[in-house]
T-cell receptor, first 112, second 114 residues
Framework: KQEVTQIPAALSVPEGENLVLNCSFTDSAIYNLQWFRQDPGKGLTSLLLIQSSQREQTSGRLNASLDKSSGRSTLYIAASQPGDSATYLCAVPTGANSKLTFGKGITLSVRP | GAGVSQSPSNKVTEKGKDVELRCDPISGHTALYWYRQSLGQGLEFLIYFQGNSAPDKSGLPSDRFSAERTGGSVSTLTIQRTQQEDSAVYLC????????????FGSGTQLSVL
């Protein structure tokens, strides 16, 4: 059974800091990995999707990497801003129908 | 529509009552998913639709939970005889249905069972 772990559960950093959020998964036979952002009281927004054949994806100040063999992914946020404060979740598909197994998320607070 | 729409956004009900939650996916998306997010818990998969069929219902927690999808579009999640442990945010997501693609989530329905 696939398990996805995100540690720590919460993180607080000062504005401007570069930071890395970690995600680990137990079954390396994955098609892809997604990083999502969730704001309080809102649904999830997909930030980046990395296919299993890729090693990283970039979008603006965000960079996600994937190492299937070690069962790890990282989300790098450059020059963090207070608006980046949210919960970040990673997820991997289980089977071919894209049913996702989620980590519990990392709640990020960026202090002005 | 422009995004996944869920209604109601909030629902308060009494224990034992039935509730219906609605999801309107992005137009043209054939895949539709229901998830549940409980306080302090991760997202829990409930059911997956491809078109009007539900090939994966493995996440439905009990026979009090059911879902249907009509016209390959709108889906309804029904919870019968609600219990307090059903209190959670119910999230719907859709995707084009090709596999290995991004999921687009609605804002969810906050269900509170008193």
């Amino acid at each position: 059974k696939q398990e996805v772990t995100q540690i720590p559960a919460a993180l607080s950093v000062p504005e401007g800091e570069n930071l890395v959020l970690n995600c680990s998964f137990t079954d390396s036979a994955i098609y892809n990995l997604q990083w999502f952002r969730q704001d309080p009281g809102k649904g999830l927004t997909s930030l980046l999707l990395i296919q299993s054949s890729q090693r990283e994806q970039t979008s603006g100040r965000l960079n996600a990497s994937l190492d299937k063999s070690s069962g790890r992914s990282t989300l790098y946020i450059a020059a963090s801003q207070p608006g980046d404060s949210a919960t970040y979740l990673c997820a991997v598909p289980t089977g071919a129908n894209s049913k996702l197994t989620f980590g519990k998320g990392i709640t990020l607070s960026v202090r002005p | 529509g422009a995004g996944v729409s869920q209604s109601p956004s909030n629902k308060v009900t009494e224990k034992g009552k039935d509730v219906e939650l609605r999801c309107d996916p992005i137009s043209g998306h054939t895949a539709l998913y229901w998830y549940r997010q409980s306080l302090g818990q991760g997202l829990e998969f409930l059911i997956y639709f491809q078109g009007n069929s539900a090939p994966d219902k493995s996440g439905l927690p009990s026979d009090r939970f059911s879902a249907e999808r009509t016209g390959g579009s709108v889906s309804t999640l029904t919870i019968q005889r609600t219990q307090q442990e059903d209190s959670a945010v119910y999230l719907c997501a859709s995707s084009p249905g090709q596999g290995g693609e991004k999921l687009f989530f609605g804002s969810g329905t906050q269900l509170s069972v008193l």
